[in-house]
């Protein structure tokens, strides 16, 4: 017996055929990313509140499970900046156990949504909101970066954004010169490192390497006072750590289910924008069921060591693809190269300096952001510029928990808006009703008493007044109502409510409602709801002349034949293809349009670490 539950990693597919060529463009990749990679894993970590070598063995462990289990050929995962401030709001309140067990239920979650096959739904979220998130904690990420770009004495920063800018405000006096120096070159030579040469040693590594060179080659750990990472955590750790259970306390579990919601939600989207992006550049489709679930493998077997965090990065992964890699292999040996810089190099990256990490996420941070898209707001609907300012407000001002519950109920209404602004209902009759259809109006006799509406796009709990506003402009209760639904595609149990209530109202009066044409959901739907038994099945015609047809039997007319003059079938057949060319021209305008707009984002994909 099937469940419907499948589990195909994307590697099983890839791995096909595979040649030694292949394997050479693959190390290759894995190689460049690696070098990307690395310094954006210490930043991230030590950004999150916690250790440099954690974020390399999220690299480390996340990456090669993202790569065996996904769903997509050339994901690369690992800690990103998205995950910035919920790690270190997370870790504040609740320990670094607590970041663990609350990334570990995120796991779990995440490997439900793909078992329960929702990753098409996370690719709903329309693009204000998700383009709000990544903007505010872009600003979060900078906010959080000024104490160590700056050399500030300050133990530990508060969490949020106001706090923040209160204890840079009053330790300001205590800016350390050379720091500053350190960081702003270091910010130079990552900003204007050569594109040509990014593709051999992109410029956060290239930045990494001269100032740690610098740093522990002239000594200015100890003559300047430069922080670096051995100063501030200790010696580097270079292997892999045990396995280990994560100690909290599980009395406050419950309290973690909120803000896991919120890293599912991240990991989930991210993780699917990021292989939809690179679908497009390898002309493949990824399987979003299943790298949900490899993201939730991840999430759920990382923890065990350690790892804070881990989703898929887009701009990692487009790196990837641009260098050869076509296979989940690249992301292994991304991996691999990664543990393999990590035991070699062990006691040399403990003289890397703080301002310089600080410099890279300062350049990832103002990439993110892209401030043009700020101006670009009053060109979008008003309605979508509200909920983007609204979620970028939330993000950066309150916490990122609440920013994302309150993005995605704005994101639920902006859809039910937009679905209830091109949904219609409207009186028709005789002279009105000119849809050029075989079963239109035209020439038919709608007898007295019989009041006919034409119901237009999805019937649910956002467009049910509509249906009242138009009976109560009626100018006449009728004996029977006929509702033409042929061009409802989609019905909720708001609608179905609402016809049930409009089904006893009238039954009530002694007077009958007579459905037209249902479409395949909606009559689903009101078949398992039994409404189609309450009504009647001679109540559910197959078109409007049938419809007619029995408001005339329950009225007690006689039948009609109707017939239809030559000049008034030429009318018709004149009004038919006149509609066909019409929604032709209409259908042609909307796909050069969205050819238009797919040719405008490719432009803009992603190629910084946002």
């Known amino acids: 017996m099937k469940t419907g539950i499948t589990f195909q990693p994307k590697i099983l597919e890839a791995l096909r055929g595979y040649d030694r060529g292949q394997l050479r463009a693959d190390l290759s990749a894995g190689l460049n990313v690696m070098t990307l990679a690395f310094p954006l894993s210490m930043a991230f970590a030590i950004a999150s509140g916690v250790k440099p070598e954690l974020g390399l063995f999220t690299a ?20 990103t900046g998205a995950f910035v401030i919920i790690n270190y709001s997370i870790l504040s309140a609740y320990g670094g156990g607590g970041l ?21 739904i996370i690719r709903f979220i329309p693009y204000p909101v998700s383009r709000a998130f990544t903007k505010g904690i872009a600003v979060l990420i900078l906010s959080s970066q000024i104490k160590n770009f700056l050399g500030l004495n300050v133990d530990r920063m508060p969490v949020d954004f106001a706090g923040k800018l209160y204890v840079l405000w009053d330790n300001f006096q205590g800016v350390h010169g050379p720091t500053v120096l350190l960081a702003a070159a270091s910010v130079a030579l990552i900003g204007f490192w050569p594109a040509r040469w ?47 259970w994560p100690a909290i306390d599980w009395g406050i579990s419950h309290e973690l289910i909120q803000p896991a919601f919120t890293i599912a939600l991240l990991v989930a989207m991210q993780a699917l924008l990021g292989a939809v992006v690179t679908d497009g550049l390898i002309d493949d489709r990824h399987d979003s069921n299943q790298e949900l679930v490899g993201q939730g493998l991840a999430n759920l077997v990382g923890p065990l060591f350690g790892c804070i965090p881990v989703t898929g990065a887009v701009a990692r992964s487009v790196v990837n693809v641009r260098s050869g890699g076509r296979t989940p292999v690249a992301g292994i040996a991304h ?99 000119t849809e050029g259809s075989q079963h239109s109006l035209v020439g038919k006799t709608v007898p007295e008493g019989v009041l006919i509406f034409r119901v237009f796009g999805a019937f649910f709990f956002g467009v049910v007044d509509k249906l009242d506003d138009e009976l109560k402009r009626a100018k006449r209760e009728p004996d029977i109502l006929i509702l033409r639904v042929r061009k409802v595609l989609a019905m909720d149990a708001t609608g179905l409510q609402a016809l049930e209530d409009l089904r006893a109202k009238l039954h009530a009066k002694g007077k009958h409602l007579i459905l037209s044409a249902p479409h395949t959901q909606p009559l689903s739907v009101m078949v398992n709801s039994g409404f189609i038994e309450r009504l009647g099945e001679r109540n559910v015609c197959p078109h409007i002349t049938a ?37 032709l021209a209409e259908s042609l305008e909307r796909a050069q349009r969205i050819l238009k707009t797919l040719d405008r984002r490719a432009g803009e994909v992603p190629t910084k670490e946002p």
């Open 60 to 79: 480390i462990i996340g990456g090669t499970l993202i790569a065996l289990l996904g769903g997509s050929r050339v994901q690369i995962g690992g800690p």
């Open 100 to 120: 663990l067990v609350c990334t570990m239920m995120a796991g779990a979650m995440l490997c439900v949504m793909g078992l329960a096959k929702l990753g098409s």
């Open 198 to 244: 990014s593709r051999y040693v992109p410029g956060a590594m290239a930045g990494l390497i001269v100032a740690t060179a610098v740093v522990a080659g002239w000594g200015l750990e100890a003559r300047w006072g430069i922080a670096t990472i051995g100063s501030e955590f200790g010696p580097f750790q270079g292997g892999l750590p045990a396995l280990q």
């Open 335 to 433: 991996a691999g190269f990664m543990l393999l810089l990590l035991v070699l190099a062990a006691p040399l990256l403990g003289h890397i300096p703080l301002a310089t990490l600080s410099a890279v996420l300062v350049v990832a941070a103002y990439r993110m952001v892209a401030w043009k898209q700020f101006a670009r707001l009053t060109r979008w609907p008003l309605s979508d510029s509200s909920v983007f300012l609204a979620t970028f407000a939330l993000t950066v001002l309150t916490n990122l928990t609440l920013a994302v519950e309150v993005g995605v109920v704005l994101a639920a209404l902006l859809m039910v808006k937009r679905i209830s602004e091109t949904s219609k209902i409207t009186a028709v009759d005789e002279s009105t009703e």
């Open 547 to 583: 419809a007619l047809a029995r408001a005339r039997e329950i009225l007690g007319l006689p039948p009609v034949v109707e017939t239809t003059e030559p000049h008034e079938q030429l009318h018709t057949e004149r009004l038919a293809v006149e509609t066909v060319r019409r929604e």
